[in-house]
T-cell receptor
C-alpha cells in the first residue's frame, strides 16, 4: 500500500534557527496537506498543495510540492517557541482518505 | 472553515465495556467520514472509511466486529469500540470531507481520548 515517510523524526533547534521537514510518498499524489499537532491536541490543517512544483508561503512557513508530486517539504524560518509541535504531511492519492507521514517533532529552545 | 465535532472528548472505561464516539459535521453534509487512531508519539493511522447509508470500509488489520461504525445521516458517524481492552486505549480522531463548492477539504474533529482500565 501507499507509504508516506517523513524525516527527521525529531529536531531540536535554538529559537531563531531555521527548520525543515521532508516528506516522501511511495506513490504519486493528487495533493499533499500539512498539519501541525501540539502536544495533547489534534491535528490542525496548515495548507494543501496541489500543483506540481507548487510553493506556498504562510508568514515564516514555506511549503513546497515536488515536480513529480511525490515529495514535499516544510521550511520554517527563524523558529519561535510557538512553533513547537509535531508536523505531519498527509498524502492524498484521490481515494479520499489521507495517508499520514510519520511526523516530525519540533522542539524549540528559547 | 467548516467544523467537525466529536463527543466525548475523553472517556475512561473498564475493560470489557463498550464505548461509543460520535463525530458530527456541524455546517456541511459529509457523505464520507474517516476514523483515525493515534497512539502516543505516533502518527495517525486510518482505521476505516464511513459511508453514509452503506457499510464502512475497514483498513487491513482493523477488526470490523470490534470497531463498529454507523453513518446513519449526512452529518453523523459513530464509532463503537466493543468490549474494550487496555490495548484499545488511544486517541481516536474523525474527519469529514466537504466536497461542497469544489473545495474537497478535509476537516478533523478534536479527537476522543479513550483510556481503558
Amino acid at each position: 500500500g501507499q507509504q508516506v515517510m517523513q524525516i527527521p523524526q525529531y529536531q531540536h533547534v535554538q529559537e531563531g534557527e531555521d527548520f525543515t521537514t521532508y516528506c516522501n510518498s511511495s506513490t504519486t499524489l493528487s495533493n499533499i496537506q500539512w498539519y501541525k499537532q501540539r502536544p495533547g491536541g489534534h491535528p490542525v490543517f496548515l495548507i494543501q498543495l496541489v500543483k506540481s512544483g507548487e510553493v506556498k508561503k504562510q508568514k515564516r512557513l514555506t511549503f513546497q510540492f515536488g515536480e513529480a508530486k511525490k515529495n514535499s517539504s516544510l521550511h520554517i524560518t527563524a523558529t519561535q517557541t510557538t512553533d513547537v509541535g509535531t508536523y505531519f504531511c498527509a498524502g492524498d492519492t484521490g481515494r479520499r482518505a489521507l495517508t499520514f507521514g510519520s511526523g516530525t517533532r519540533l522542539q524549540v529552545q528559547p | 472553515g467548516a467544523v467537525v465535532s466529536q463527543h466525548p472528548s475523553w472517556v475512561i472505561c473498564k475493560s470489557g465495556t463498550s464505548v461509543k464516539i460520535e463525530c458530527r459535521s456541524l455546517d456541511f453534509q459529509a457523505t464520507t467520514m474517516f476514523w483515525y487512531r493515534q497512539f502516543p508519539k505516533q502518527s495517525l493511522m486510518l482505521m476505516a472509511t464511513s459511508n453514509e447509508g452503506s457499510k464502512a470500509t475497514y483498513e487491513q488489520g482493523v477488526e470490523k466486529d470490534k470497531f463498529l461504525i454507523n453513518h446513519a445521516s449526512l452529518t453523523l458517524s459513530t464509532l463503537t469500540v466493543t468490549s474494550a481492552h487496555p490495548e484499545d486505549s488511544s486517541f481516536y480522531i474523525c474527519s469529514a470531507r466537504d466536497f461542497g463548492a469544489g473545495t474537497d477539504t478535509q476537516y478533523f474533529g478534536p479527537g476522543t481520548r479513550l483510556t481503558v482500565l
